[in-house]
């Protein structure tokens, strides 16, 4: 489940998400249970072992322990929700990878009625529709659904049990349906993944020829509910937690070289340890503003669960990948080559980051977000 691989720099998490409140949401679900599921007694992260998590293992355990009574996004505790969700990100990036897909589909039959997950069931998510792969959904018989083509971009599709599949109906509309993986009609090819960052998702293809599934919601619904913005922000903490693994990389660093006693003094710091300083520097200003972003995001959504939440969500969202991307070229300028080469954990971390954040639609996003300011009260920015 777990297997140990060398020592790691990296070390505790950046805090900023938990500055203020709680750890533990509406939910129950205690962020301190997460942190030490994913960093066990014995493997320490800046010596000794480092623990390699298996993201599929993860999930598993985590449905066991819990993972399904995760506050949802917009009633009332939605940063707790997101905490969760930098946490695990901050520790492995294909593992929120699922554990995201996982609560993100609870959360789409929760408000769209769909059918009630099964105790233990392992939830994936997959709505990308490139023009090469898309899935027609048909009337099958007692009222659900029949699934062919293929589906890309299926993320954990070799370890979960059920999924919720973006498709097409005959009248050409967009539709959402829940689909049991263990049946005759679904086949979970190799094709379509041949990744180095963010490789242990295993985002293949899927094939549904006759699969059986059940309608989620009406068409079109699942783009036009207002839950569809929480979950798009809600990737925002996921790549902010990513960033604050490699960031942590850099405190860890100059703490390290400014507790020697030749450089404990301002005056006696060498110019190498200025530099880094000075990296160090730029990564906690970014940092924090994407903290405050997430935070006011998730304020914002809890008190208005019902209105569209698009600009917020774009907002956070760019500013959470400009963060990550500032914060990777800092980080490899600060430390050099070394644990690109040496330290695996900091080595997968730094190849899954950039493949995470592309998940972001870059300048067609924020062409997007400066449309809802065009009409916007000349006050919109003020303090």
């Avoid at 498709?167 to 009609?185: E, F, H, I, S």
């Avoid at 669960?305 to 990777?328: F, G, H, N």
């Amino acid at each position: 489940m777990l297997r140990s691989v060398p020592s790691a720099v990296l070390p505790a998490p950046l805090p900023l998400l938990a500055r203020t409140g709680a750890t533990t949401g509406a939910s129950g679900v205690d962020i301190k249970d997460v942190l030490q599921a994913l960093a066990p007694a014995g493997g320490g992260v800046t010596g000794g072992s480092t623990p390699a998590i298996d993201p599929d293992d993860l999930l598993r355990d985590l449905v066991s322990a819990g993972l399904g009574a995760i506050a949802l996004p917009g009633v009332g505790n939605t940063l707790a929700r997101w905490r969760l969700f930098a946490a695990v990100a901050e520790r492995d990036l294909a593992a929120i990878k699922l554990v995201e897909g996982h609560a993100d589909a609870l959360a789409i039959l929760a408000e769209l009625d769909g059918p009630d997950p099964a105790p233990g069931s392992l939830w994936a998510t997959w709505s990308a529709e490139p023009p090469t792969a898309r899935v027609q959904a048909r009337p099958g018989p007692d009222g659900g659904a029949v699934l062919t083509g293929t589906k890309a971009w299926c993320s954990g599709a070799a370890a979960v049990t059920h999924a919720v599949v973006s498709a097409w109906n005959a009248d050409g509309k967009p539709v959402l349906v829940a689909v049991a993986m263990n049946q005759p009609g679904v086949t979970v090819t190799d094709r379509g993944w041949h990744a180095v960052g963010m490789e242990a998702t295993y985002s293949v293809e899927v094939d549904f020829a006759q699969a059986d599934a059940h309608w989620v919601g009406r068409p079109g619904q699942y783009v036009g509910r207002p839950g569809f913005w929480h979950g798009g922000a809600g990737i925002a903490a996921c790549w902010y937690g990513g960033a604050c693994a490699i960031a942590n990389a850099v405190r860890h660093a100059c703490a390290a070289a400014a507790h020697r006693p030749d450089n404990a003094a301002p005056s006696g710091a060498s110019a190498a340890l200025s530099f880094r300083l000075a990296h160090l520097g730029a990564i906690e200003v970014a940092l924090g503003q994407t903290a405050s972003l997430l935070r006011e995001a998730a304020a914002w959504i809890d008190a208005h669960p019902k209105q569209d939440a698009m600009a917020i969500a774009l907002r956070v969202r760019a500013s959470a990948e400009a963060t990550a991307t500032l914060v990777l070229d800092h980080a490899g300028r600060a430390l050099g080559a070394t644990p690109y080469c040496r330290d695996p954990r900091y080595a997968r971390m730094a190849a899954d980051l950039p493949v995470f954040i592309r998940q972001s639609h870059a300048e067609q996003d924020l062409a997007a977000l400066a449309r809802t300011q065009l009409d916007a009260p000349e006050n919109s920015w003020g303090l």
